[in-house]
């Protein structure tokens, strides 16, 4: 069986990407890929970090959720029927605070209804859990960018790792090894917001192309590896 | 002043070869009218390009298609080779190594279309210097007819194509083909400045050369030839270590005396998603490559440039009420004319046709005001060959001889070293 070529964080302008729903899904399919999770922001406005997000329609919302989900499934058929590409719904759960120890990004793929960022963590793994998502921490440990360090669910983990199916193990061009030392399940993504950003880690998946074997393959992390993927 | 008057007058100069230059175009695009002639207008597709009137039995036509790495919009273009109405063909792909991206996109077009003859070739080959030689021979020697056709990954075409440039084949003294190229799909500034070069020097001074001088100036987006004329010529160990590979083909092609044709049907190259750095760094080599090839005629590219000859006087000396006003409505012109080139070319008769696919993205109107800022940056690129006979290509840096035939950098004496400070410098601001 061939390997599947995997990114499952993807934002597009639904949040803070810089390229259209449709020109992502075409960009990934023209590059021959196999899987890809639309993961839009869902910030949570009880800050004002989070108030200028929403301001700035910077997340995804309560109120276009429902559209946000239908656009996906629109151009998930398109990418299935032009590039045999499996396109999943998603959203990244982003609790956004003025201290990296205190945030959180949380990947839910495979997502069908609204989770709002707001509740605790508790209430956003158990509703996730629910919807049969597939939960991924995202990066988790330091990062050489400024505002891209999430630390809580990392330092938190004896705590939360049960609620969590993979942790980013790497992300874009940087590369978490504390996760493989601590022998969790991994995959690799692009946190992808511009079109450069293609050519970074990803995931590579030995499963059938479908949503359910692609959410097992990870969760039992057998037959994942990451590649840098490089023109 | 007499320094403005020199320039302005060799502005006015540059801007009447400018003129030429769309005649030629224009000249180039209209041969498919003069084809359909008496036909009405309604015609077919088939009377369009003249098919249906002839006895001409298309031949079947084997089409190299060398990769490397990821082209914008690669699975569309390699797709619209599948989709080709021709009675017989077939496609090679022809990759160096397993882990190229390519591959994948490849893997992906031939389950898609299993009943075409697609094979995929992966082998290494290192017998020459010029990566895309070495990715062709073991396509070559895979390939089963006569007629080949060697096209390159980031190019896309209509399902006419192949029927349009295997016609000209009619004529046995024509030895090679090649075609208009039109630039699309500009989504960021430095794939809008390829594009519209593409569309106006590039399109223009390739009509020029056809037309007015019968130069054959041949593109490697697009060449048919047959395997005999190619075997006469040495085949591609002649230009192993060549940079400019299309143009020496076409050359040698025209010294053995046969004919080499610049088809009216535009094949479009597919530029999305580039940088200005990529932009620059391209020109920048096409550059040096044009001063190895021609010499002291590269001196007439910088004279035809009016709107950077117009820009001079401005930038260096005066910025006074005179230059200023010559220097915009000189920009001004140049513009139209861009707009008008662009609007020939992405109107050709292949597009009116109704052929698809075409893509939907070209330029917007807007897009033309950019025009003169690709002229000046393009102005200061032509200076680049005459200091510098180097190139970067795939990694590895060579120099450009006679002929554009690369020899590798060596390893010790002053020019060595002289790259390796430079290196050193920006890996340290990197």
């Given at each position: 069986?061939?390997?599947?070529?995997?990114?499952?964080h993807?934002?597009?302008?639904?949040?803070?990407?810089?390229?259209?729903?449709?020109?992502?899904?075409?960009?990934?399919?023209?590059?021959?890929?196999?899987?890809?999770?639309?993961t839009?922001?869902v910030?949570?406005g009880?800050?004002?970090i989070?108030?200028?997000?929403?301001?700035?329609?910077l997340?995804?919302?309560?109120?276009?959720?429902?559209?946000y989900?239908?656009?996906?499934?629109?151009?998930?058929e398109?990418?299935?029927?032009?590039y045999?590409?499996?396109?999943?719904?998603?959203?990244?759960?982003?609790?956004?605070?003025?201290?990296?120890?205190?945030?959180?990004?949380?990947?839910?793929?495979?997502?069908?209804?609204?989770?709002?960022?707001?509740?605790?963590?508790?209430k956003?793994?158990?509703?996730?859990?629910?919807?049969?998502?597939?939960?991924?921490?995202?990066?988790p440990?330091?990062?050489?960018?400024?505002?891209?360090?999430?630390?809580?669910?990392?330092?938190?983990?004896?705590?939360?790792?049960?609620?969590?199916?993979?942790?980013?193990?790497?992300n874009r061009?940087?590369?978490?090894?504390?996760?493989?030392?601590k022998?969790y399940?991994?995959?690799a993504s692009?946190?992808?917001?511009?079109?450069?950003?293609l050519?970074?880690?990803k995931?590579?998946?030995?499963?059938?192309?479908?949503?359910?074997?692609?959410?097992?393959?990870?969760?039992?992390n057998?037959?994942?590896?990451i590649?840098l993927?490089?023109? | 002043?007499e320094?403005?008057?020199v320039?302005?007058?060799?502005?006015?100069?540059?801007?009447?070869?400018y003129?030429l230059?769309?005649?030629?175009v224009?000249?180039?695009?209209?041969?498919d009218?003069?084809?359909r002639?008496?036909?009405d207008?309604?015609?077919?597709?088939?009377?369009?390009?003249n098919f249906?009137?002839s006895?001409?039995?298309?031949?079947?036509?084997?089409?190299?298609?060398?990769?490397k790495?990821l082209?914008?919009?690669?699975?569309d273009?390699?797709a619209s080779?599948?989709?080709?109405?021709?009675?017989?063909?077939?496609?090679?792909?022809?990759?160096?190594?397993h882990?190229?991206?390519?591959?994948?996109?490849?893997?992906?077009?031939r389950?898609?279309?299993?009943?075409?003859?697609?094979s995929?070739?992966?082998?290494?080959?290192?017998?020459?210097?010029?990566p895309?030689?070495?990715?062709?021979i073991?396509?070559?020697?895979a390939?089963?007819?006569?007629?080949?056709?060697?096209?390159?990954s980031?190019?896309?075409?209509?399902?006419?194509?192949?029927?349009?440039?295997?016609?000209?084949?009619?004529?046995?003294?024509?030895?090679?083909?090649?075609?208009?190229?039109?630039?699309?799909?500009?989504?960021?500034?430095?794939?809008i400045?390829?594009?519209l070069?593409?569309?106006?020097f590039?399109?223009?001074?390739?009509?020029?050369?056809d037309?007015?001088?019968?130069?054959?100036?041949?593109?490697?987006?697009?060449m048919?030839?047959?395997?005999?004329d190619?075997?006469?010529?040495?085949?591609f160990?002649?230009?192993?270590d060549?940079?400019a590979?299309?143009?020496?083909?076409?050359?040698?092609?025209?010294?053995?005396?046969?004919?080499?044709?610049?088809?009216?049907y535009a094949?479009n190259?597919?530029?999305?998603?580039?940088?200005?750095?990529?932009?620059?760094?391209?020109?920048?080599?096409?550059?040096?490559?044009?001063?190895?090839?021609?010499?002291i005629?590269?001196?007439?590219?910088?004279i035809?440039?009016?709107?950077?000859?117009?820009?001079l006087?401005?930038?260096?000396?005066e910025?006074?009420?005179?230059?200023?006003s010559?220097?915009?409505?000189?920009?001004?012109?140049?513009?139209?004319g861009?707009?008008?080139l662009g609007?020939?070319?992405?109107?050709t008769?292949?597009?009116?046709?109704g052929?698809?696919?075409?893509?939907?993205?070209?330029?917007?109107?807007?897009h033309?005001?950019?025009?003169?800022?690709?002229?000046?940056i393009?102005g200061f690129?032509?200076?680049?060959?005459?200091?510098?006979n180097?190139?970067?290509?795939r990694?590895?840096r060579y120099?450009?001889?006679?002929?554009?035939v690369?020899s590798?950098?060596?390893?010790?004496?002053?020019?060595?070293?002289?790259?390796?400070?430079?290196?050193?410098?920006?890996?340290?601001?990197?």
């Amino acid at each position: 069986m061939v390997m599947l070529l995997c990114d499952f964080h993807i934002h597009t302008k639904y949040s803070d990407g810089s390229v259209e729903l449709g020109r992502v899904v075409d960009l990934y399919g023209q590059a021959g890929f196999d899987v890809i999770s639309i993961t839009d922001h869902v910030v949570n406005g009880d800050n004002p970090i989070g108030k200028l997000a929403h301001r700035f329609r910077l997340s995804v919302t309560a109120e276009n959720f429902d559209e946000y989900i239908a656009n996906v499934k629109y151009e998930a058929e398109r990418a299935w029927s032009k590039y045999e590409m499996l396109v999943v719904p998603g959203v990244e759960i982003s609790k956004n605070y003025i201290t990296p120890e205190k945030s959180a990004h949380i990947l839910i793929i495979d997502i069908k209804e609204f989770i709002p960022a707001c509740l605790n963590y508790e209430k956003i793994f158990l509703e996730a859990k629910q919807q049969d998502t597939l939960i991924v921490a995202c990066h988790p440990h330091y990062l050489s960018e400024f505002g891209r360090d999430t630390l809580f669910l990392w330092n938190n983990r004896d705590k939360y790792a049960k609620y969590i199916d993979a942790w980013e193990i790497a992300n874009r061009d940087d590369v978490f090894n504390v996760i493989s030392l601590k022998k969790y399940p991994y995959i690799a993504s692009s946190d992808f917001h511009r079109t450069r950003h293609l050519y970074s880690w990803k995931t590579l998946l030995n499963c059938e192309k479908n949503t359910g074997s692609v959410k097992q393959c990870i969760r039992h992390n057998k037959g994942v590896a990451i590649t840098l993927f490089r023109n | 002043m007499e320094i403005f008057y020199v320039f302005a007058g060799i502005t006015i100069f540059g801007l009447i070869c400018y003129g030429l230059q769309i005649w030629a175009v224009r000249s180039t695009l209209k041969e498919d009218k003069k084809v359909r002639g008496s036909e009405d207008g309604n015609a077919s597709t088939s009377q369009l390009f003249n098919f249906s009137s002839s006895q001409f039995q298309f031949p079947p036509v084997s089409i190299l298609k060398p990769l490397k790495g990821l082209d914008d919009n690669l699975f569309d273009n390699l797709a619209s080779f599948c989709a080709q109405d021709y009675p017989e063909y077939e496609i090679i792909f022809s990759l160096q190594d397993h882990n190229d991206p390519a591959f994948k996109v490849v893997r992906k077009i031939r389950d898609k279309y299993p009943e075409k003859d697609i094979s995929v070739i992966v082998e290494r080959c290192d017998l020459g210097l010029n990566p895309k030689v070495n990715n062709l021979i073991p396509a070559y020697k895979a390939s089963k007819y006569e007629l080949i056709l060697i096209s390159d990954s980031n190019v896309m075409v209509g399902n006419n194509y192949l029927k349009a440039i295997t016609k000209h084949m009619q004529d046995p003294d024509v030895g090679l083909v090649s075609n208009m190229i039109r630039g699309i799909g500009g989504r960021t500034i430095g794939s809008i400045l390829e594009n519209l070069h593409l569309n106006s020097f590039i399109a223009g001074s390739v009509c020029f050369l056809d037309k007015f001088l019968k130069m054959p100036c041949v593109i490697g987006k697009s060449m048919l030839m047959r395997k005999r004329d190619l075997e006469v010529i040495s085949g591609f160990k002649a230009v192993k270590d060549v940079l400019a590979e299309d143009y020496v083909i076409g050359k040698r092609m025209h010294g053995i005396g046969k004919k080499v044709v610049l088809s009216n049907y535009a094949v479009n190259n597919v530029n999305e998603y580039w940088g200005i750095r990529r932009f620059i760094n391209r020109h920048t080599r096409w550059g040096k490559l044009r001063w190895r090839l021609g010499g002291i005629k590269y001196l007439s590219e910088l004279i035809g440039n009016p709107v950077f000859m117009a820009s001079l006087p401005v930038l260096l000396w005066e910025p006074s009420k005179i230059t200023i006003s010559f220097a915009l409505l000189v920009s001004f012109l140049k513009v139209l004319g861009d707009s008008y080139l662009g609007t020939l070319i992405y109107d050709t008769e292949n597009r009116r046709s109704g052929e698809s696919p075409i893509h939907p993205f070209t330029h917007s109107p807007i897009h033309y005001l950019l025009s003169p800022i690709k002229d000046i940056i393009i102005g200061f690129i032509w200076f680049v060959p005459i200091l510098s006979n180097t190139v970067v290509w795939r990694g590895s840096r060579y120099i450009i001889g006679r002929n554009s035939v690369l020899s590798p950098m060596p390893e010790s004496n002053i020019w060595a070293w002289r790259y390796r400070v430079a290196d050193a410098i920006k890996a340290r601001l990197a």
